[in-house]
């Protein structure tokens, strides 16, 4: 499964944002693996998706054999990259891994700590951009860095904003200009890409009875 979250008050189905561009891009190459984009206020409906694609009962309980087989890549901008690390914690205590976590500026909502990667992640990467009224944060770390990899903290930096940022309003681009540009970057979105690619790759080499459910 491959679940992402857009920021702030964006629609996830807001054409505007690469976000949306991404997953109909993959959905398009990996038709057997299940693809979603939300708001990131809607952190329990995709708990709730998950635990019914992993085969829960009728009391949230998921079989331990599907957890064990699970792939699920989460990744968000802004609110939306909180809204992954809030999902993957509440994951961790209903015993679900999570195998990748991707952050893009984050930016934490009151109550939320987006910096603490929790111990059901496999790996996490963070990237962010220090300027402007609206900065990502900067640092992420392991709860447990024995069972979570850090794959790096990676400051990208903007003389001018990408190209793909003028569809974005006049507002956005005058008062939260250096916290789009990291959005609508392109390279950055296709390093994100090489990285969702990389982790599905491994459920082609399975067999058919032990093969993830993504």
């Known amino acids: ?29 990996h038709p057997d693996v299940y693809f ?16 019914k694609r992993l085969g829960s009962d009728e009391y949230g309980i998921v079989p331990e054999e599907n957890k064990k087989n699970a ?7 802004s609110w939306g990259a909180s809204a992954a690390i809030a999902l993957s914690r509440r994951l961790q205590r209903a015993g679900i891994p999570v195998t990748l976590t991707v952050q893009v500026d984050s930016v934490a909502k009151p ?14 990467v963070n990237f962010y951009q220090a300027r402007g009224l609206i900065r990502g944060r900067s640092t992420i770390a ?18 001018r904003q990408p190209e793909a940022c003028r569809a974005f309003p006049w507002y956005a681009r005058v008062f939260t200009k250096d916290h789009i540009a ?33």
Request: proline residues 5%; glycine residues 6%.
């Open 1 to 29: 499964m491959v679940i992402g979250f857009v920021g702030g008050f964006v629609r996830r189905d807001d054409q505007r944002h690469p976000e949306l561009h991404l997953i109909r891009a993959l959905e398009r190459e």
């Open 36 to 51: 979603a984009l939300l708001e990131n206020k809607k952190v329990s409906v995709a708990y709730h998706s998950i635990l």
């Open 71 to 77: 792939r699920i890549l989460l990744f968000g901008h």
């Open 111 to 124: 109550g939320r700590d987006d910096g603490l990667i929790p111990a059901n992640v496999l790996q996490a």
């Open 142 to 159: 392991a709860a447990d860095p024995a069972r979570t990899t850090i794959l790096g903290n990676f400051r990208r930096e903007y003389k």
């Open 182 to 214: 990291i959005e609508c970057d392109p390279e950055l979105w296709f390093e994100i890409r090489s990285l969702l690619v990389q982790n599905l790759q491994p459920q082609l080499a399975l067999n058919a009875s032990a093969q993830p459910v993504n």
